[in-house]
Every structure is written in structure tokens, then in C-alpha cells.
């Protein structure tokens, strides 16, 4: 059975584009762990095509630095990655294969239970079309203390569809974070505020 995974930095505002205001500042070896154990058992890394942009330009040249970070460069490296693009040519980085039909390609993963996981980081564009074609297994969202400000690509910013979410947990992380992790469901059915009055407070 293959799984579908999100795995999101997002600030209060919903603006998910990490930068040294918002993101680094709450970046500890906690929420390093929290990240460590979404890539733990990965298969594939899906990646848009700016995200996977953003990777390449940085991880092959970490991990040859021989850095801190070189380790977890290495693994990236060695990942199967699969990135949403209609671009061809070479993509710049080992183990990476392009596909023009990101849903398509998702499907047949899961009907074929090839691999076990497929981990998204980031790429926001992908994680809406998952989540509309029923797809997405796992929201899993680092959310920082803090708003991310301006006109930035915000998760759910351009959806004008209501969706529903169960909480599997939720982890308070020292610096403030929290690490929060949903499934997606069916929706829990329409409620009017007649249907709730019982739960208003009696002010007693």
C-alpha cells in the first residue's frame, strides 16, 4: 500500500515560502527530528518543479561540501525523485525523472503499490491537485509562531473548496511550533447554530 505525504513549514497566515524571518528563528533540533521523521522510510520525493529547483541548486553542492548538513544532502541525492514539469532536458541531479500528469502518475503508484511512500515537500501546487483528486494521505505542517506576511503563496489561498480534516497528533515543540499532523475525510456534515446551542456557554 503506497502512502501520500505533505510535509509543510506554514506560518500562521498560511504562508508556506520559509525565509530567515519567520522559519529559521524557531529551527531546533526538535523540529530538525520532526523533519527527519517525515523523510524516515521515504521511497520517492514528489516535488513541484520550483521546489525541485530550489533543492537541486543547493543539496548537491551541500553534500559535496562535506558540511553538517552533508548527510542528509546524501540521502536527498539518493532518493528517487519525481518532479511535476512539462519541462524536458536534463533536470541536474541523480535519481530524478520528470512526469507531465502529477495526479496520473500518483494514481498508478498507488495502484500498483510499487513503493511504500511518497513524501512532498513543499511544492504547494502539487499538494492542492493531490488533495483535490483524493489523493493525499498525510498533511503534515511544521506551524511556526508567526505570520509570514504580504501577497505570499499561502496552502489553501486560492481554493475555494471547504475540506475536512481528522487530527492524528499535535506536538508543542519548545521554541513554540507546533507539529501537527492530519488525515483528509469526508466532510462531518452540515450544522445551523440551532444545532448547537446546547454547547453555548450558560455564563454561570
Same mark, same amino acid.
Given at each position: 500500500?503506497?502512502?501520500?505525504?505533505?510535509?509543510?513549514?506554514?506560518?500562521?497566515?498560511?504562508?508556506?515560502?520559509?525565509?530567515?524571518? !519567520?522559519?529559521?528563528p524557531?529551527?531546533? %533540533?526538535?523540529? @530538525? &527530528?520532526?523533519? @527527519? /521523521?517525515?523523510?524516515?522510510?521515504?521511497?520517492?520525493?514528489?516535488? @513541484?518543479?520550483?521546489?525541485?529547483?530550489?533543492? &537541486?541548486?543547493? !543539496?548537491?553542492e551541500? %553534500?559535496? =561540501?562535506?558540511? %553538517?548538513?552533508?548527510?542528509?544532502? =546524501?540521502?536527498?541525492? /539518493? +532518493?528517487?525523485?519525481?518532479? =511535476?514539469?512539462?519541462? @524536458?532536458?536534463?533536470?541536474? !541531479?541523480?535519481?530524478?525523472?520528470?512526469?507531465?500528469?502529477?495526479?496520473?502518475?500518483?494514481?498508478?503508484?498507488?495502484?500498483?503499490?510499487?513503493?511504500?511512500?511518497? +513524501?512532498?515537500?513543499?511544492?504547494?501546487?502539487?499538494?492542492?491537485?493531490?488533495?483535490?483528486?483524493?489523493?493525499?494521505?498525510? +498533511?503534515?505542517?511544521? +506551524?511556526?509562531?508567526?505570520?509570514?506576511?504580504?501577497?505570499?503563496?499561502?496552502?489553501?489561498?486560492?481554493?475555494d473548496?471547504?475540506?475536512?480534516?481528522?487530527?492524528?497528533?499535535?506536538?508543542?515543540?519548545?521554541?513554540?511550533? #507546533?507539529?501537527?499532523?492530519?488525515?483528509?475525510?469526508?466532510?462531518?456534515? =452540515?450544522?445551523?447554530?440551532? /444545532?448547537?446551542?446546547?454547547? #453555548?456557554?450558560?455564563?454561570?
Amino acid at each position: 500500500m503506497t502512502s501520500v505525504v505533505s510535509t509543510l513549514f506554514v506560518a500562521l497566515d498560511g504562508v508556506v515560502e520559509p525565509d530567515e524571518v !519567520w522559519h529559521f528563528p524557531y529551527f531546533d %533540533e526538535q523540529m @530538525g &527530528a520532526a523533519v @527527519g /521523521d517525515d523523510y524516515a522510510g521515504t521511497d520517492v520525493l514528489l516535488l @513541484g518543479r520550483v521546489t525541485y529547483d530550489s533543492f &537541486a541548486g543547493a !543539496w548537491p553542492e551541500r %553534500e559535496a =561540501a562535506g558540511g %553538517e548538513d552533508a548527510a542528509f544532502a =546524501a540521502v536527498l541525492g /539518493d +532518493l528517487r525523485k519525481v518532479v =511535476a514539469t512539462r519541462a @524536458g532536458g536534463d533536470l541536474g !541531479w541523480r535519481n530524478v525523472e520528470a512526469t507531465d500528469d502529477v495526479v496520473g502518475h500518483v494514481r498508478e503508484l498507488k495502484e500498483t503499490g510499487e513503493v511504500g511512500k511518497v +513524501l512532498i515537500p513543499g511544492s504547494v501546487s502539487v499538494v492542492r491537485q493531490l488533495l483535490a483528486a483524493g489523493l493525499l494521505d498525510e +498533511l503534515r505542517l511544521l +506551524l511556526h509562531p508567526a505570520t509570514g506576511g504580504g501577497s505570499r503563496l499561502r496552502l489553501f489561498a486560492d481554493d475555494d473548496v471547504s475540506r475536512a480534516f481528522d487530527l492524528v497528533s499535535a506536538e508543542a515543540l519548545p521554541r513554540g511550533a #507546533v507539529r501537527l499532523i492530519y488525515r483528509p475525510v469526508a466532510g462531518p456534515g =452540515a450544522k445551523a447554530y440551532d /444545532d448547537v446551542t446546547g454547547e #453555548v456557554p450558560t455564563g454561570s
